[in-house]
């Protein structure tokens, strides 16, 4: 019998980015928001990061970025990974002979690539940016002195990195996104589809009967969790994209969110100090065009090997929600969809 040849799916466009925008709008924008603020702000634990995203915003604070970034990213990343993926895997699968896990792992880190360079760099600059910039610091800044500026709107603050930095700024950290998001899925499919094999395995299930939906979810759950190794990446590509007053970034929109305050770095300090915000004073050198080395010795030299680590716990809730989404979900409803054609096809 001859292999099945493995397709390219257009539909798994349209599946992905409804997926993607499923997971993001609901559970995994909080969970980014968490880790992106203890990852930027290493000295912040959980509780801490929590009680400070309320302040800012209430309720709102958990989706900062979620609009327009979030779901650009969302929606293009959620399409390009389970287009990516879906077809290496089974190209893998059905050409290669490999295992389920093994394709699964090829799949995940050709997509995640994927992701990273074709969807995600300026968006998750963007949902960095809004997240870490210092719009308290702003406010203290406007009411100490006349002639300072609003906060600028989050296309106004696209627009300052634009005309500062070019594309480069607003693409700033994409290699290590893109390098964590190929090693994020990679762990995450692979792993999920091996777990899968595992539990069929273990329910003595006969070739080709398909796990159940809660199967399907814990299979998910643990190649999420454990797909979290990389963790130290995040918080790079964190530190290369953020903008809080710590960071050796914050160089690109510290100064017009205080434009019009007279007295430069005393005034930040003093303003910093006032709104309870960290106040530079760094004995680790800053870098002023930051690599995935540099920035890593940087946050090493900071903090320590716990700070490589900050923000791990939100991002294994997140990384279990978004694994659930992408693939146990992702798998229902691509079974869903080819049912459903197969049923409208000719008799």
């Known amino acids: 019998m001859a292999p099945k ?15 993607s925008l499923f997971e993001v709008t609901t559970l995994g924008q909080p969970f980014e928001v968490l880790k992106t603020h ?33 779901w650009i990213e969302s929606s293009t990343a959620g399409a390009v ?9 089974d190209f893998a699968v059905h050409h290669s002979g490999m295992s389920r896990g093994a394709a699964g792992l090829l799949g995940g880190a050709i997509g995640g690539a994927a992701q990273g360079y074709l969807a995600m760099g300026v968006c998750t600059r963007m949902k960095t940016a809004e997240v870490t910039r210092n719009k308290t610091l702003a406010k203290v800044a406007k009411g100490a002195a ?6 600028p709107s989050t296309f106004g603050l696209f627009m300052e990195i634009y005309k500062k930095d070019g594309i480069r700024g607003i693409n700033k950290g994409v290699n290590a996104v893109a390098l964590r998001q190929a090693t994020n ?36 759950a643990i190649g999420g969790a454990l797909g979290c190794w990389n963790h130290p990446l995040e918080v790079i590509r964190v ?13 690109v929109a510290a100064a017009p969110a205080i434009n019009g305050v007279a007295g430069g770095a005393a005034t930040l ?18 870098v002023r065009s930051p690599t995935i080395l ?32 992408l693939v146990s979900l992702g798998d229902h409803v691509k079974a869903m969809v080819k049912k459903d054609v197969a049923a409208s096809g000719p008799d």
């Open 294 to 325: 540099s920035t890593a010795k940087y946050i090493y030299a900071e903090n320590g090997i716990r700070g490589l680590f900050r923000g791990v716990t939100p991002r294994v809730a997140l990384g279990v929600w978004r694994t659930v989404c």
């Open 5 to 19: 040849t493995a397709q390219l799916e257009p539909m798994n466009l349209v599946i992905g980015s409804a997926v």
């Open 81 to 89: 990974l389970l287009f990516t993926s879906s077809y290496v895997e």
């Open 38 to 70: 203890m990852a930027a702000n290493r000295q912040d634990s959980l509780r801490t990061a929590i009680s400070k995203t309320i302040g800012r915003g209430g309720f709102k604070g958990f989706y900062q970025g979620l609009i327009p970034w979030a």
């Open 185 to 220: 899925w990679a762990s995450r499919i692979g792993i999920a589809r091996a777990a899968e094999q595992t539990i069929k395995e273990l329910g003595h299930k006969k070739p080709g009967e398909p796990l159940t939906p809660m199967e399907k979810v814990t299979a998910s």
């Open 239 to 251: 530190e290369m994209q953020s903008l809080s007053a710590s960071s050796p970034s914050a160089s």
């Open 269 to 286: 300090s003093a303003s910093a100090a006032a709104a309870g915000a960290a106040v530079p004073g760094s004995s680790a050198p800053k």
């Open 146 to 151: 006349p002639g300072a500026t609003a906060v």
